[in-house]
């Protein structure tokens, strides 16, 4: 069996408040290219902190993430910094757009760090706000889109550098009902058309009928791991159990 493109190694993050509290507990999970996983579970349950142990944004107190086998415990700051920039991107709740700059600035952004020019950059972003239906809004600055296409923009931008993975947290949260199920769309769409693969924490269940696995948490803790409503649709890669 092919090598999963994510795993982690007995992962573990705690913080103290009083006593030591496991955010992660001894963690293991394994995500294939071109898959789609949603975790959940209630608030407190470690899945935020999980995300943000497999971008790269925090560390752990032991083990190991290895994403395109590289390990994260391997890598100086600088080399962490190398692999969020190049092989991860983030979609946040509250979209963390900069508010002076355009959509098609902002999703240029990521890529300014790159070898691309800059005409290279804007046709990337003009590329990227196309499939997600923002072509005539490229000019608009944040404070001038609905939450949804602010949403959308944070997509396109996460998209800029050809991730190997996205990693959202809690995408749809700030979001109504009808642009949560446009935004689960659009993740489905780009799993679906363009092997991307995705990550997703959240508490909206509707998400997991794009899924082929929904990852339970509890108490820092994987409980449950079962198929979404993508169970049995082919993979790049078979998907681990």
Known sequence: MD???????????SFFLGQTIYAVNDVNLQVDQG??????????????????????????????????GERYSKLSENGLARVRRNKV????????L???????????????????????????AKELLDIVGLSARKDHKPLELSGGEQQRV??????????????ADEPTGNLDRKTSAEIG?????????????FIVVSHDPSLAKWAHRVVNMLDGRIV??????MEGVPLTTPAYP
């Open 98 to 124: 900069i508010p002076h700059l355009t959509a098609l600035e902002n999703v240029m952004l990521p890529m300014r760090f790159g070898t691309k020019t800059k005409r290279q950059m804007e046709d990337r």
């Open 224 to 229: 449950e791991i079962t198929g979404g409503g």
């Open 3 to 13: 090598q999963p493109i994510l795993r982690t190694v007995n992962l573990r993050k």
């Open 154 to 167: 944070a997509i396109a931008r996460a998209l800029a550098n050809e991730p190997a993975v996205v990693l």
């Open 185 to 197: 769309e659009i993740f489905h769409n780009l799993n679906r058309d363009n092997g991307q693969t």
């Open 35 to 68: 898959e789609f996983v949603v975790i959940m579970g209630p608030s407190g349950s470690g899945k935020s902190t999980l995300l943000a142990l497999l971008g790269g944004l925090d560390r752990p107190q032991s083990g190991d993430v290895i994403l395109e």
């Open 89 to 96: 991107g983030f979609v946040f709740q509250f979209f963390n």
